[in-house]
Each structure stands twice: as C-alpha cells, then as structure tokens.
C-alpha cells in the first residue's frame, strides 16, 4: 500500500495559478502517480499522472497547456502546477497511485488520498 497526502488546495481567481503537492509513503512505490477531479454532481476525471520512473506524463485534454504534473524522486512528491485556471477547474482534487499499470482510468488505481478542494472564482 502506499499512503498519499493532498495539500495545496484553495481559492485562486480566473486566469491565477495553484500548485498542488501529494506527499508518497509506503514500503512499495507506485508505477504511476495521477490526478484526477470530481465536481459536484459530475463524474471523476482524470487529469495528469506521470511515471514514477520514466517521467512519462500524460494529460487530460481540457488541462493541456495549462497544468504541468512532475515528480520529485528524493521527496516522495508529484506535483501538479496548475496556471491559467478557470471557474470549471473547481473540483476536489485527488493523488492517486497505480501498481498495475495503466495511465487514465479511475479502475486502474489502487489508493488514494483523501483530496483538496480547489475553488476558482470567476
């Protein structure tokens, strides 16, 4: 298992930016690391992950350009940096791991952290 910690959320304005961390422990690391979303009354979705080896990254289409997802091996830590946000990026947002591969769907990650709310005014 590998325990994942959200921190980062808050309040930005339209156009601001956010830079989400999730801190990674546990005696086994993870293949892929990502991030997905869920708004009131939607679906979660996926927004970035990124190999914990290769660096690979792979995003949602609608964040392309706009969020930057990278990972720091020495401290456990993928970020998320989010610029030129917008009032439908307001989610909460969860860091979540992956043992068995795969990139985009919520079924193929295992744990999960508790999430941080992100709020963009308009």
């Known amino acids: 298992q590998v325990q994942l910690v959200e921190s980062g959320g808050g309040l930005a304005q339209a156009g601001g930016s956010l830079r989400l961390s999730c801190a990674a422990e546990?005696?086994?690391?993870?293949?892929?690391l990502g991030w997905f979303r869920q708004a009131p009354g939607k679906e979660r979705e996926f927004v970035a992950a990124?190999?914990?080896?290769?660096?690979?990254?792979y995003y949602a289409d609608f964040v392309k350009g706009r969020f930057t997802i990278s990972r720091d091996l020495g401290k456990n830590i993928v970020a998320l940096q989010m610029d030129n946000l917008k009032p439908e990026d307001t989610a909460v947002y969860y860091c979540?791991?992956?043992?068995?591969?795969?990139?985009?769907?919520?079924?193929?990650?295992?744990?999960w952290g508790q999430g941080t709310q992100v709020t963009v005014s308009s």
């Open positions: 546990g005696r086994t690391l993870p293949y892929i």
């Open positions: 979540a791991a992956s043992r068995i591969g795969g990139t985009k769907l919520a079924a193929e990650y295992g744990d």
């Open positions: 990124i190999g914990w080896i290769d660096r690979r990254a």
